[in-house]
């Protein structure tokens, strides 16, 4: 009967496990900014969008989040896409998406916005630098 029981418990620790690669199928690509939307100015307490287009690289990529950074008024922004794993992906030339964050005002002065535009050839980041001052 213990040998029946043993043999059971076997079995059915057998077949719950999975052989299938559970791995994620993509991985996270920071894409640049090619232009942004915003306000001239904004009012303290007021809630603003913005818009940022970038260029989407192939049809394996889908937007995911803003890569958002705030420190004091300086605010870092870029892209962050999914990038599927797949033989099927084309290349794409010019397909020019936008993605739009709300920004609330919390605080006096300007804020200066720092959008990622990619590398240079030297490898040093370069920004698309906007500067929005706060009016009482």
């Known amino acids: 009967m213990k040998k029946l029981i043993i043999f059971c418990l076997a079995l059915v620790a057998l077949s719950s496990c999975s052989i299938k690669d559970d791995t994620p199928n993509y991985g996270l690509v920071i894409l640049p900014v090619e232009s942004v939307e915003i306000p001239n100015s904004f009012n303290l307490g007021g809630e603003y969008p913005i818009t940022v287009s970038y260029l989407k690289p192939s049809t394996c990529n889908a937007f995911k989040e803003f890569y958002y950074l705030e420190h004091n008024n300086e605010i870092t922004v870029a892209v962050i896409d999914y990038e599927f794993h797949g033989s099927n992906c084309q290349i794409l030339e010019n397909e020019l998406l936008e993605a739009t964050f709300n920004f609330k ?31 009482n």
């Open 105 to 135: 005002v919390t605080s006096n002065g300007s804020y200066i916005f720092k959008f990622w535009q990619g590398e240079d050839v030297n490898g040093e980041d370069q920004y698309l630098i906007i500067e929005v001052p706060v009016i």
